[in-house]
């Protein structure tokens, strides 16, 4: 027996694949289906094997399916009823509130929440709550992209064209991406840029599946690809390649940044990089030899405490080259998470209102409070970013109690053992997940939310392309959605404005209170992105077609220029010593998906746990061999993992993925001082046989 077919996208990563979904039954249990969406344009019909058995969460034992609250005898997390869990939770809450102030309570969200989602979230801390303290998972992401593209371009949309143009690049250089494990289906535009002539080039301290592909492989040290990317503005520059016609027509600061690299001659990139003067020399040759130059950023060149400018940096040489608004050719970031675009634009983020607009812009503030209902001046102000907002939980002047939607804290964080001792210092920390997450497991109260084929909702992928995932399947009993959640605290806690729980609804509110700012949604609907298979922002009135490709006439400053940076390489924040001597990075596998908490409990998905990638050099000089246990520890804590010794990997570096609980015990939580963006790519480590 068999059920409608529905057209939606997979849980996961930014490409938001298309897939059908088709519900049936075997052997009296109801079963899910996932079958290709062949003619949907981001992946044709492919996906990966994360998307291929994304049903296997569906019915499955790990799903939780009622609240929880903990025992305060026992210390049980114990079933109650959702009445129960929400009352007792706004009891709390309003406790907290008139004893600490409205500032005791925080809100976490994620960018894996619908637009829906995070924008009720924003909406609900600062209406219902009066809360300044909310901030979100995307701030580990792509925040430094966004810093930089915000900064650069007066806009951030990660990628400003389709991700298809990759195909028609002459030159592709992925700075920092493991495309082909990351976004699987995605490679195949790298696939057909070589076949249609094209060069594409990968910057990874590993030889990784991607570059396997590539046809110019960079390895530098962890935390230098500043020093590569002022290195090739130099070279570009002394060989007299300046686009100076684009640069002068499109372009502020030029002179400056032009001064700042002159001393960045190859052997001094050499030293810091460890990427030959040669090297660096054939790849600017290569730059600029090409008119179809794409330079696109990934977490390996962002998530530094230097990131924001290093991603600076490399706009800077695509504007040199006139890059940027040239067809199939520019700058973009491969954002990463499901909603990773859309949850950065509606008002999750600590100084952020919806459409991207600012909580310290009066005129933002009026806007807003209209389509709300409430008062301008009742809306606080900015709050703390991520980490320093997790840093601050329990103490003095800190929030009392947390409420966490769409992540696994406990796993992603950096700098884990004192998060979690942050966590467990709460008066209240309230979970709402699909699964009995690490994070779940330490909170007071647990509510069972829905996951994506069991409710509606728009996600904005890595294009900027605004797609939406419709319900196939109802959600099992005792399961209720993120807006339930919100609008039943809302309602208990006397908010003064009602909060829908109809996505469409709340979809349309959110085009009004996005009109007008930067990533406009005010003429999207429903119908609109299923006849138009997704719909581009900006896209402000219903008969605006969206905006595949921006900045092909100018960029979103007032004046349309490009504002060009002069930045300084500083090196990592944990500089490597003797008891520390080798770089420890961090990233992820192609079976599993972030902290693991959905793909862990997928039976098909391998589940290896954690292990240290190392090169042989390293594992003779350590003793070791592969599949040996180790020892890896930095200054804040060591854990064990079996050694996978392999000879694509920098002798003096090694790799341990983050989906598996530990590793975030040894990154460093030093931030970027303008994304607020940690380390996670690079600390000091020593590795020692266990
Ligand atoms: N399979 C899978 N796919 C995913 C996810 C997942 O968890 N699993 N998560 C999604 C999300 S949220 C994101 S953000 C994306 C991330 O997508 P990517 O950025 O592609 O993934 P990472 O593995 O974090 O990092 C990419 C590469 O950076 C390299 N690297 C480490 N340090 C440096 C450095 O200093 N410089 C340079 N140039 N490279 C460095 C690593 O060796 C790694 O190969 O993936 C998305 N897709
Ligand atoms: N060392 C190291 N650490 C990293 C990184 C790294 O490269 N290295 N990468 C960082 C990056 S880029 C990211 S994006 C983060 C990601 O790390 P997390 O923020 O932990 O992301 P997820 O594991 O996706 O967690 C999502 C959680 O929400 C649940 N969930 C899924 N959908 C919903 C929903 O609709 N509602 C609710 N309420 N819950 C839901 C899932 O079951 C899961 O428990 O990790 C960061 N941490
Ligand atoms: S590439 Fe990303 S969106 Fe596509 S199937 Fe895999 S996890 Fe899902
Ligand atoms: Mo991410």
Redesign the pocket.
Known sequence: MTGTQTRTHC??CSLQCGMTLQPGRAEGRATLEVLPWEDFPVNEGGLCRKGWTSAGLRGSRERLTSPLVRDRETGALTAVTWEEALDHVADRLRTIQDEHGKDAVAVFG?????NE?AYQLGKFARVALGTSQIDY??R???SSAASAGTRTFGVDRGLPFPLSDVAQAEVVVLVGSNMAETMPPAARYLDRCRENGGKVVVIDPRVTATAERADVVVQPVPGTDLALALGLLHLVIAGGHVDTAYVEARTNGFAAVADSVAAWWPERVERVTGVAAEELRALADLLVSHRKVMVLTA?GAE?HATGSDTVLAWIDLALALGLPGREHAGYGCLT??GN?QGGREHGQKNDQLPGYRMLVDPAARAHVAGVWGVDPDSLPGPGRSAYELLDALGTDDGPKALL??????V????NATHVEQRLASLDLLV?????M?E??AMADVV?P????AE?TGTMTNLEGRVILRRQAVAPPRGVH??LDVVAGLAERLKAPIAFSTDPEEVFEELGRASAGGKADYAGITYERIEAEKGVFWPCPDATHPGTPRMFTEAFAHPDGRAKMHVVEHRGTAEPIDEAFPLHLT???VLAQ??????TRRIRELPDTGAFVEMHPLLARRLGTADGEQVTVSTRRGSVQAPARVVTTIRPDTVF?P?HWLG??RL?NDALDPASRMPE??VCAASVEVS
């Not at 998906?593 to 959905?598: C, L, M, V």
């Open positions: 849980p996961y994620g960018g894996g929440l619908t989602k998972n995307g580990w992401c792509m977490r998530q990463g998470q990773g966490v939607h769409g992540s696994n804290i796993v992603s964080a950096p979970v709402c997940d699909i699964v997450s994070t779940a509510l939310v829905t996951q994506w409710e959605s993120d961090t990233g992820r998906y972030q902290s693991g908490a959905q341990v983050f590793v975030n990154t996670f790519k």
